[in-house]
Every structure is written in C-alpha cells, then in structure tokens.
C-alpha cells in the first residue's frame, strides 16, 4: 500500500506555542488511520493543515501526490472532512444541509437520497437539524463529507458526545467503511479503545510530536515487554525500583522495562516484595504491550524520556 | 477540474436565508417604518401632501433605520456561519476562498436592496391603508414615484461603504459585539454631526445626505458611498479569503 497523506517534518507555531513539532506522517490507501493523542496534543492543528485550513511554518503536506499548499482545490474535491465543530445550519433541514454542500460540489440530487441511506437518516431528511441528537448531527456530518465519493475522508473526534450506542455504531461503520466504500479514513480521538476496535494503523501524538506511527498489529507485536506499575506514588516508586530495573515513571505509573528473556513472574514478584517492604503503594503490576492504551503509555513515555 | 461559478455560491448563500433572522429582518425593518407612517398619517386632522410623507420615509430610513438595520443584518449574516462554526467546513470545500466572502458580500448588499424595495411598498401600502380608513386625509397632490424610487436608490448606492465596512468586522471577529458597537456608535455619530460639513465623509451618514438641501453633500457622499463600497468591498473579499481562520 503506498500513502495516501505523506507529511514532512510539518512545524506550525502559534505565537511563542509550538502547536506542532516536525510530524512525518504517512497514511496508506484504504487504512482506518487512529490519530491519538490527549487534548491539545496537536491531532486537530495536524488536521486543519492536511485541509488546507491552516499553513504549516515548515514541511510539506502532499495527498494523493498532490501538495496542499499548491494544488488545495484539486486536493479538497478527493477529501471529505467532519470537523470537531459539525458546522450545520440549524434553521435547515438535514437534507437542504446537505444540498448546499452538494451545490457547491456540483453533484446530481440524487446523493443526497444515497448518503441519507447510508448513514441511517432518511427518516428525518426534512426535520431542521436544531432538533437533531448530537448522534443524528455526526452522521448527517459524516454524509456530507462522503459527499462527492472522496478518496480521504478526514474525521476530528467522531464520536465526541455520543452515547455508548451512538459510539459502537460509529466504530462498526468506520471500520466498514474502507471496504464499503473504497475510502482511506483519517480518524483523531483521544478515545484510545474506540481507535483501537476500528482502525487498522495509528499514529500516537504527545506534545505536538508523533511519537509512533504504523499498522497497529505490527506496532503491538513489535512493543518490547514492559511491566506497568500503577502507583500513587509513582516517583516514590520509581526511586525505589530504579537500583534493580530500568525504570520510567509517568504521573501515576512507572514501566519496568525487561531484559531479553528476563522471567515476567520472578520480576512482578520482585517488584511487589520491593514496593511493600517500602511500603509504597499501588494498585495494579501488569506486563503490557497487548492493548493501544499500553502503546500509548510506552510511546508516551519513551517520548518523555528522550526529551529530559 | 470542475470550480463552482460565483453564482452557484451566492444561490447557496441565499438559500442559507429559509427561516433565518437575517430573512425576518429584511422585512421586519422597512415594515417598522411603514407601521410608523401608517399611524402618523392616520392621526392627521387635514391631508397632508404626498412629497411629506415621502420625505418622512426617506429621512427615517436614511438617519436611522438603514444603518441600523445594515449593522444588525450583517452581524446575522456573519452569525449564520460563526455561531454553528461552519467556516471550516466551508474552507475546506473546493470552492476558491474569495467566493465564499464575495457570495456572503453579494447576498448581503441584495438584501438591503431588497429591504429597500420592501420600504417603499409596504409604506404606500400603509398610507392607502389609513386613506382608506379615513378618506379625510388621503395625501394631497402628485405621488412622483420615480423621484422617490431615485432617493432611495442614491441611499442604497451611498449605504455600500457601510454595508462593506460592517460586514468586514461581522465577519473578522467571532463575537458580534465589536460590529454592533462600531455600528451604533457610526449611526449616532452620524445624527450629532449631521450640520457638520465633515459629517458627509462619515460612512454611516452617506445615506441620509441623499436628502440634504446643498447639493454637494449628496454627489460626494454618493461618490464615496459606491466608489468606496467599490473599493472596500473587493479589500474585505480579499483580506477575508487570505486570513487564517482559528
């Protein structure tokens, strides 16, 4: 698969804030593409310059080959975007929505009735979207986005707001989609087990770096073993077990990172015999590795680590 | 590869308007006035000539409800797109950023010509109306239409400055509260300094020197009322489509 959005080392910088710090992406064609990192890592700062919306101070942006800051029109007629804020009039109807869109698209009328369908709401095309649930506005943003069959379908927190059902509805059609409709989908969350059920790579954001990035079985399969020490007293227990293992304490953890072929029963109990002789507390010793919330805790501390 | 023509943005702009604020103002502000003249014809003793009544119209809309209403229009149309925070979603279309603010700029000033209009049906609807209540006082002498429909139109001409102007600072700062500001204080320094000479370079008061006895205030506020709405309008369409929106 080649890639679909290629990133240079793209810098932007608000003021004195530096929002985004040297992201090298690649999307592949027909990947559900996890964009994680907690608020304000800058996931949405990376979206709006794959859009065109903002420039980067530095890099380079290209999708489909194309380059963003060249050839933005040709660009945005292959890209459907939802943003965070939906931007829907509410004194219109989800059809007469979505029919301004399709004007500006210069498509038939009849996508309207086909995206409609797709995402469930032909039932209330002709109900004004001020009475639409927060569920019915992200999926009537979703059809306008798919608007025009794009190639890249760009989605900033989809599943913002949604109730449990809304959020495992959103999850089964993202997945689907790629097969569905022959589209590559870039979705931000800071839901790390909402990304992890749909998408297929994930690109992990902290502090406005990617920190990891690729297909999310390779990444998992690929983590070295680690022990996750969740603690109160994280540095405290950091100290403690840092004479013994190769320690990185986070706020309110520590990962013990193992040597090859190091036994994981002979460690936890070493760690636990340490920590209550100490008597530090804590509530939970667990290998991880196994979960995207465990890449992220790496990922994230590998990150912290190299920068101090 | 396929780019929307002007005239499809500024169809969609004006399909945005279907039970908008901006669409209920644009009747409800001229219909303000002909309310107003219904009632001041209607309590007259004696008849009064048509010129009067006309004059009044015009000077009412001139001094206060054309700004007024030029700055409260603009900051609905500005609303439209900041309060559901749809300038993303319209920038990332494929659609060349200077129609966007030109579509929005078109749509606006069609619809203070279209609150013109309005005006001056709904008042000689209004004074008819009171004639026919009370035949006693049905206008006197000729109803020169075509000088009445002049006047405004000169208003109309010399309003585009303003109308450019508020819908920048509409458009330019989310909140409303800078272009009503700017708007009110323009329209209230446009009346305490209406004997001033220097009061004619003040775009909101452009329109009502449509109406004044020296002939000079009138070209020159109409001059820099459409040749500054000229001139302003493709500043704000340009500025507005280079700006990064946050």
């Not at chain 1, 380059?67 to 059809?95: C, H, K, M, S, W």
Request: proline letters at 4%; charged letters at 15%; one cysteine or more.
């Amino acid at each position: 698969m080649g890639g679909l959005v290629c990133t240079e080392g793209l810098r932007r910088r608000f003021g004195g804030v530096l929002a985004v710090d040297g992201v090298t992406m690649t999307v592949p064609e027909r990947a559900v593409y996890g964009f994680v990192g907690p608020n304000g890592s800058g996931k949405t700062t990376t979206l709006k310059m794959l859009l065109g919306l903002l420039a980067p101070c530095e890099g380079r942006i290209t999708i489909a080959g194309l380059d963003v800051g060249r050839e933005r029109l040709a660009i945005a007629r292959q890209v459907g975007a939802l943003l965070e804020a939906q931007g829907f009039y509410p004194n219109l109807t989800g059809a007469q929505n979505l029919d301004l869109s399709r004007r500006l698209l210069g498509l038939p009328a009849t996508e309207i009735d086909r995206l409609l369908e797709l995402v469930e709401l032909r039932h209330a095309a002709d109900r004004r979207v001020a009475g639409y649930s927060l569920g019915m506005r992200q999926r009537l943003g979703i059809a306008r986005a798919m608007l025009g069959a794009p190639r890249l379908l760009v989605l900033d927190e989809p599943t913002n707001g949604l109730d449990p059902d809304g959020i495992a509805q959103m999850r089964g059609f993202l997945r689907d989609l790629p097969a569905r409709s022959n589209v590559t989908v870039l979705v931000s969350s800071h839901l790390l087990g909402e990304v992890e059920h749909s998408a297929t790579h994930v690109g992990i954001m902290h502090g406005g770096r990617l920190v990891r990035e690729g297909a999310l079985q390779a990444l998992k399969k690929g983590a070295a073993r680690r022990v996750l020490v969740e603690s109160a007293a994280a540095a405290r227990a950091a100290a403690c077990l840092s004479s013994v293992f190769d320690v990185t304490a986070g706020r309110d953890n520590v990962a013990i990172h193992l040597k090859p072929g190091e036994d994981l029963a002979a460690v936890v109990a070493s760690i636990s015999t340490r920590l209550l002789g100490a008597a530090l507390p804590f509530t939970a010793i667990r290998e991880c590795g196994a979960s995207l919330e465990d890449l992220y805790n790496v990922a994230v501390a590998d990150a912290v680590r190299e920068a101090a | 590869m396929m780019v929307p023509h002007l005239r499809t943005v500024v169809a969609v702009e004006v399909r945005k308007l279907r039970r908008s604020l901006a669409a209920l103002l644009a009747v409800a502000a001229p219909a303000i006035i002909a309310v107003f003249m219904f009632f001041n014809v209607v309590k007259m003793r004696n008849a009064v000539p048509w010129s009067v009544w006309m004059n009044n119209m015009a000077g009412l809309w001139g001094a206060f409800m054309l700004p007024l209403s030029i700055t409260a229009l603009t900051a609905l149309m500005a609303q439209m797109e900041h309060a559901p925070k749809s300038w993303d979603h319209l920038r990332a279309l494929p659609v060349p950023r200077w129609m966007l603010y030109a579509a929005k700029l078109i749509c606006t000033a069609v619809l203070v010509g279209a609150m013109t209009v309005i005006l001056l049906a709904l008042t000689l609807i209004a004074i008819e109306a009171a004639a026919w209540i009370k035949p006693a006082i049905r206008p006197g002498g000729t109803l020169r239409l075509a000088l009445v429909a002049t006047i405004l139109l000169k208003m109309y001409g010399a309003a585009l400055l303003m109308t450019a102007i508020q819908l920048w600072l509409a458009i330019r700062f989310t909140s409303f509260v800078p272009a009503i500001s700017v708007g009110i204080a323009g329209a209230f320094f446009a009346i305490v300094s209406n004997a001033a000479w220097q009061g004619v370079f003040l775009p909101w008061q452009m329109p009502i020197n449509m109406l004044a006895s020296v002939a000079w205030r009138g070209e020159v506020a109409l001059m820099l009322g459409m040749g500054g709405g000229a001139f302003a309008s493709v500043a704000v369409v340009a500025h507005l489509s280079r700006r990064e929106v946050l």
